[in-house]
T-cell receptor, first 115, second 110 residues
Framework: GAVVSQHPSWVICKSGTSVKIECRSL??????MFWYRQFPKQSLMLMAT?????????EQGVEKDKFLINHASLTLSTLTVTSAHPEDSSFYIC???????????FGPGTRLTVT | LAKTTQPISMDSYEGQEVNITCSHN???????ITWYQQFPSQGPRFIIQ???TKVTNEVASLFIPADRKSSTLSLPRVSLSDTAVYYC???????????FGSGTRLLVRP
């Protein structure tokens, strides 16, 4: 149980375009979802916390107008990278938790390459 | 959220026991200690969690001394497939955020 999926698993886009990444909890309802980014050989960096039906809370230094997060249902959160640039190329990972449960379940990640 | 310190990297050989120690001097009374494993180009995977003394599951053991200022993840008889980055995390605030440190890159050699 507790499976989190991400789509797509990898994407290549041109500079200036927008890309949407989906994060789904397949067999449970996630009250909270988190979005991370990870550069090569580095640790995960938390970008934002997303609660169903409310606005996302962004970490300091993360541009909310560039990284749009929507958590429309208890099983789906989306991250849209707007006007992507090569420096946005990274590995984006989401995680989800059930209310009252300490453990977070991570998705497999999405590799974004901006050319 | 308590800050953690881990060795950057460790080397081992197949069949050996590996112990990775994490220092968390500022751990709060309510904080749990959690370890995650991450393979390249994959999301982290939960390994084990504990509060005090010793916790064991089918994958690993977690040893926590009485002062809880450190913890040791023990991987018995590692195999090549245990080559990964291991993260020690301590505590969560009310929003349940996880703050990842630098992790320990474990390389298991044949």
């Amino acid at each position: 149980g507790a499976v989190v999926s991400q789509h797509p698993s990898w994407v290549i886009c041109k500079s200036g375009t927008s890309v949407k990444i989906e994060c789904r909890s397949l067999d449970f309802q996630a009250t909270t979802m988190f979005w991370y980014r990870q550069f090569p050989k580095q640790s995960l960096m938390l970008m934002a916390t997303s609660n169903e039906g409310s606005k996302a809370t962004y970490e300091q230094g993360v541009e909310k107008d560039k990284f749009l997060i929507n958590h429309a249902s208890l099983t789906l959160s989306t991250l849209t990278v707007t006007s992507a640039h090569p420096e946005d190329s990274s590995f984006y990972i989401c995680s989800a938790r059930v209310g009252g449960d300490y453990e977070q379940y991570f998705g497999p990640g999405t590799r974004l390459t901006v050319t | 959220l308590a800050k953690t310190t881990q060795p950057i990297s460790m080397d081992s050989y197949e069949g050996q026991e590996v112990n990775i120690t994490c220092s968390h001097n500022n751990i709060a009374t309510n904080d749990y200690i959690t370890w995650y494993q991450q393979f390249p180009s994959q999301g982290p995977r939960f390994i084990i969690q504990g509060y005090k003394t010793k916790v064991t599951n089918e994958v690993a053991s977690l040893f926590i001394p009485a002062d809880r200022k450190s913890s040791t993840l023990s991987l018995p008889r590692v195999s090549l497939s245990d080559t990964a980055v291991y993260y020690c995390l301590v505590g969560q605030d009310s929003s349940y955020k996880l703050i990842f440190g630098s992790g320990t890159r474990l390389l298991v050699r044949p």
